[in-house]
């Protein structure tokens, strides 16, 4: 009796382990490299254009250390980077022409 408790408990502590607490730590390992990476963008973006690199250069740098699979192009980080430059000259005009 005391042999098959045994046992039980031996083999739930695995199934738990392997099953539940193995795969959930994997998860979080792999989310908080995910913000990590985002953090490690910024800082290297921000460390290239202080120390004196051109601001094209210093993005290029900062997009070169995001994960391949999520990097974007060259070509769609300038559409967009315009159309957020577009978007805010908009509504500087509009504030400057309410006041």
Not at 11 to 17: E, K
Not at 59 to 82: C, Q
């Amino acid at each position: 009796m005391l042999i098959g408790h045994a046992l039980v408990g031996t083999f739930l502590g695995i199934l738990i382990a392997y099953g539940f607490v193995l795969p959930l730590a994997t998860l979080l390992r792999q989310m908080s490299s995910d913000q990590v990476k985002i953090l490690q963008c910024i800082k290297v973006t921000l460390l290239s254009s202080l120390n004196g690199y051109a601001p094209q250069i210093a993005v290029e740098f900062g997009r070169k250390t995001i994960f391949t699979s999520e990097r974007p192009s060259f070509e769609e980080l300038e559409e967009h980077v315009r159309e957020v430059k577009s978007s805010a000259s908009l509504k500087s005009k509009s504030a400057d022409a309410t006041a």
